[in-house]
């Protein structure tokens, strides 16, 4: 939800409180909570298994992703049509944007981490199959190494003449390309394989607040570059806590309306800004003159609405006709 609201209008009551609007001008920096959290969540998955089967897997992933990604791109050109571009259709359609700077934020621009994600799930079996289930201890140098390379590196690259600011080609380079989120990803493989071995139920409701506010903090005043992965180090412990508590958080959490608010999660964050160029051009055919604040709210509740219709109408039934889909082996 912090990003729908980075995403929304700058006029929102939200950006002219000083100090709070730092967290949804850098509510990017939830992606890479996102990446983490998938590696954390692979490992948790198939942590049990002594291989990966490269066909099954594929299959699960594609069956969970795709059908809501191409929704969205579909959602898009109900109101974008005259931007159909054929070359841009078949990037996004393959997942691809990420990798080619200029091209990451076409069309349903969201996309852009699903694009990540799919290089990620590439290389997960293989990772798993060789690495994770063969318990080599490489792996954590590995992981290690490249997390410490992309902090420098995008710093680096940050000093240099040839960033260019936000919009650029520059710019998509080091916020969107893939290698520079694979450390997220890795260090969130990590985090699963701590967690499978040292798994203990435990009240964490205190730690986790405080931890809570840490990272609300940090982004408020700290002028750090963290969209490639520099929050791990907060981010991390913050999973890994969540996971082992059984506290009072939990229990809230664990309430079905706030459960299904996490199933919907995927569908509402894929479908954000379609949805809102679909109100956008609904006001303005109505001709209705309303305050920046009253649309948020009517988007709010129309983004919940039609992301839990998404889910149960698009999302669950395709997932589960994909995932019965079966090759016999001659």
């Given at each position: 939800?912090a ?27 939830g ?19 002594n291989k990966?089967d490269?066909?099954?897997f ?6 969970r ?24 259709v ?22 852009w981490s ?6 990620f799930?590439?290389?997960f079996?293989?990772l798993y ?8 201890k ?9 997390w410490?390379?992309?902090q420098?590196?995008?710093?680096w ?10 919009h ?13 989120h694979?450390?997220e ?8 394989l ?13 730690q ?5 506010l840490?990272?609300?903090l ?18 991390v412990?913050?999973i ?6 059984n ?7 664990s ?12 569908a ?49 039934p ?13």
């Amino acid at each position: 939800m912090a990003i729908v609201i980075s995403h929304f209008n700058k006029d929102l009551f939200l950006y002219k409180i000083e100090y709070i609007s730092n967290l949804f001008l850098r509510a990017n920096v939830g992606v890479s909570y996102f990446f983490i959290l998938s590696g954390f969540i692979m490992i948790v998955a198939y942590g049990q298994k002594n291989k990966i089967d490269y066909f099954e897997f594929y299959k699960n992933r594609f069956a969970r992703i795709y059908p809501l990604y191409v929704l969205g791109l579909l959602l898009y050109f109900l109101t974008r049509s005259h931007l159909f571009d054929g070359y841009k259709v078949l990037l996004y359609a393959l997942g691809l944007q990420s990798w080619i700077p200029g091209e990451a934020m076409i069309l349903n621009f969201p996309g852009w981490s699903i694009s990540v994600e799919f290089f990620f799930y590439l290389l997960f079996p293989l990772l798993y199959n060789y690495f994770y289930s063969r318990k080599n201890k490489i792996i954590w140098i590995f992981a290690i190494a490249i997390w410490l390379a992309t902090q420098i590196f995008s710093n680096w690259y940050l000093a240099l003449d040839a960033y260019e600011g936000p919009h650029t080609k520059s710019h998509e380079f080091l916020y969107y390309f893939p290698v520079w989120h694979l450390n997220e990803f890795l260090i969130g493989n990590l985090a699963g394989l701590y967690f499978i071995k040292n798994f203990r139920p435990k009240k964490y409701d205190i730690q986790i607040i405080l931890l809570f506010l840490l990272i609300v903090l940090v982004l408020m005043f700290v002028p750090l570059f963290y969209h490639n992965g520099l929050m791990a180090l907060l981010f991390v412990p913050a999973i890994i806590m969540i996971s082992c508590n059984n506290g009072w958080i939990t229990r809230l959490f664990s309430k079905k309306p706030l459960e299904y608010l996490g199933e919907i999660s995927y569908a509402v964050y894929i479908t954000h800004i379609p949805v809102l160029y679909l109100l956008r051009e609904f006001l303005r055919i109505q001709e209705y003159n309303l305050d920046i604040d009253t649309v948020f709210v009517i988007y709010v509740m129309v983004l919940l609405i039609s992301s839990a219709l998404f889910y149960q109408g698009i999302e669950k039934p395709m997932r589960d006709l994909l995932r019965r889909i079966s090759f016999k082996k001659n």
